[in-house]
C-alpha cells in the first residue's frame, strides 16, 4: 500500500493512534458533560419539596443529552470521514487537534446553558460554540478531500458534492438557529435539539458506504 | 466477508473505532463516580473524630461499588453482544449513542443516592435511572438480533429466546426495586446491590460462547 | 490457536476489548489524581505570599506522584500477566472489575491523604486502600496462574513460585506500612513513596519475558 | 521479528498497550482542561452585565487553549517516535510514566495561570512545568535514541542529531521564557503561547518519516 509512487510525499502516520486519540476525546468530552450537572441541596427536605427540586435539574438533563448527540454526531461523520483513508498528514494532525479543542470545551458553554438558559448571551455562546465546532469539522473536511479523496478518487466527484454541501450546512444551521436567540430564546433552544437530531439520520457519505459495500 | 450479497444492503462501519468509543465511555464513567465521594472537612478533629466522619463516607462508597458493577454489567454484556457481529449499521450505532447516553448519566443519581440514600425520590430516580439504561440495552440488543443474528443464524433461535429473558427481566427487575421503595426504601437498596451482583455470573450468551469455542 | 481440546472449557472473550476497558480505567485513575489539588486562593497576595501559598501544595503533588506510581505499577503488572494470555473467562472478568474498582477508587484516599497528611485515621486509610487493591490484584493473580499459566505451562514453575511471593509481598508491605502509622505517621509516608518505587524495578516476570525472547 | 539475536536482550513489551495507555492520558488531559474553567455567576444580571462576566473567562479560554496545544504537540512527538519501535523495555516504561505524570499534572498549572495570569509566581511556575514536562520528554528521546535507533539504525545519524537538538531547544525555551517573566510578564504570556505554536509545523523527523517513506 505503500510502494505507489504519489505516497513518498505525504508523511504516513498511522491512522490506529490518531484515531484512538481523537476517540479517547470524544469519549471523555461526552462524559464529563455529566460532572457539569450539580446535585441539589436535599437536606431538611419532604418528598415533595425534593421532587421539585429534582424536576429543576431536566433544563440540565437537556443541554446533557443534547451536547452529547451533538459531539456524536461529529463522532460519527469523523469516523465515516477517516473510514476512507489510510494515512494521515502533518496538516490533518493539526487540524484535527484544533477540532479536538472545540469538542473538548463543549462542556463548557453546556454548563452554562443548563444553568442561565434564559440569558440571550448564554444561548447564544452555545450557538456559537457549536458552529465554530462545525468550522472546525469543515476545515478537516475540505483538507481530507483535497488532498486524499480527490487524489485517490476514493469517492466519486458527484457524491463528495453532497457530502460538502451537507458538512457546510452544519454549522451554519446553528448560525442561524444562534442569531434566531435575538428573536426568540426558545426557538433557539428547540432548534439547538433539532439541528444534532436531523443529523443523526443515514447522511450521504453512508449511503455511499452502503452502496460501495 | 464482504463478498456476500446481503451484506450489500448493510453499510459497514468498522467494529474497531465503534468499540473504542464505546469501551472510552463505559471506563471513564465507571471512573468517574469517584469525583462525586467529596472528601469530608477533617481540620481541628481528633483521631476518633475524624475515624468518624470517614465512616459517614461509606454509603458514598457503596453507591460507588454498586453503580461499578452496574455499569461493568452492561459493558461485559456489550462486550459478548457485539463479539458475533462484523459489522455495525447507522442504527445500531445510534441505538448505542443513547445507551451511552444513559450510562454517562449514571455518575449523577450515584452522587445523588450517596448523599440522599434515606430520600424516597431520590432512590426512586437511582431506580429509574438504571431501569432506563437497561432498556436502552434491551432496543440495542433486539436491533442487533433481528438485524445480524436471526439473518446470519449467528446463534440458535433457542438461545436467543432464553438470552432475550434474560436481557427484558434485567431492566424490569429494576422496575419493581424502585416501586418497592414506597414500602421499604431499605429494600430498594438492598435489591439495587443484588441486582448486578447477580448478573455478574455467567449469563445464557457465555455459555454459547464456551460451548461454540 | 483454538483447535485444542481445552479450550473448549473455558469460554473465550477477546482479550482486545478487555485490555482496553482495563488500559482506559488505569489511564483515567491516574489522570484524574490532579482534579483533586485545588488552586488556593491567590487574591489580593504579594508575590512572596503567593509563593508560600503555592509551596502548600506540595504535600498535595506528593500524594498525587505517588499514587500515579502506585497505580502505573499496578498497570505494568497488569500487562505483564496478560501478556501471556489470549484468551479470558468470565471469571477473571469479575475479579478484574473489582480491581478496577479498586484502582478507580484511588483518587479518593490520595485527596485525603494530600489535605490531611498529618491525621492518623486519613494515613492508615491511604495504606489500606492500596493493600485492598494489592490484594485484589493478588485474587488476579493466582486465578490467571492456577486457570492458564499452570494448564499451559506458560512460564516454568519455579519462575510462578518467585514471582508469587513477590505478588504477595505487594499488598503485605502495605499492610504494614500503614500500620506503623501508629507509631510514626511520617515513617508511613516515607514507605507509601519508597514501595512503588522499589516496584518499579524489573520485576521476575520481566526478567523471564526477557530470558524467553 | 523476534529472531535477531540481539532481541534477546530487551525484554518486549506489547507496543500496543504501551501506546493505548498513553494516549488514554494524553486525550483525557487534553479534556480535563476545560473542568479548570469555572463558569461565572450570571443571576441577576442583565444581557450587557453577562457578556461582560463571559468575557473575563476569556483568559481561562487562552490558558486552555495553550495547554491543548502544548500536550498535543508532546503527543504528536510521542507519536512519531514510537512510530518506529516494534518494542518497550522497562525503562522506557518507567520515563514513560514519569513523562505521563507530567502531562497529567498540567491542568493544574493551567488552572492556576487561567485565574492568577497577572500573579508573577504563576507564571513562572506554568512555565516550569512546560519545561519540566519538556525534560521528560527528553529523557525518554535520549534513552530510546540510545537504545533502539542506534543499535538498529532506524533513522540515519544526521537527522537524529538535528531531531536532538530541537528536542532539547524545547524545554529550554520554556525555561528562557519563564525568566522573562521576571523582565514582563506579558513577554513570557506570548513565548507560552508562540512556543507550542511553532513546534506544530512539521518537525525533523516528519520530515525522515516523508523521506524514508
Redesign the interface.
Known sequence: M?QSDN????????LN?????S?????????????E?K?PD??H?T?SE??AK?LQVLPH?LS??TS??VI?VV??NH??LF?FLKRVD?TT??IN?LL??CV??I??PT??IG??GS????VV?YGLSLAVTGFAYNALWFHVVSRYVKTDKLIPQKIVQKATIWTISYPISYLVAASLAFISINLSIVLYVLIPSFY?L?GII??Q??EQ?
Do not use: N, Q
Open positions: 505503500l505516497t513518498k510525499k505525504f508523511p504516513l502516520m498511522s493512534r490518531f484515531e484512538a486519540f476517540d479517547g476525546v470524544f469519549a471523555i468530552a461526552v462524559t464529563l458533560l455529566v460532572i450537572i446535585a436535599l437536606s427536605t418528598s425534593a421532587v429534582l438533563v446533557y443529552a452529547f448527540i456524536g463522532w460519527i469516523h465515516a473510514h502533518r494532525l493539526v487537534l479536538l479543542m473538548a470545551f462542556p463548557y454548563a452554562l444553568e442561565y440569558s440571550l448571551p448564554v455562546f443523526l443515514p453512508d449511503k458506504l452502503m459495500v
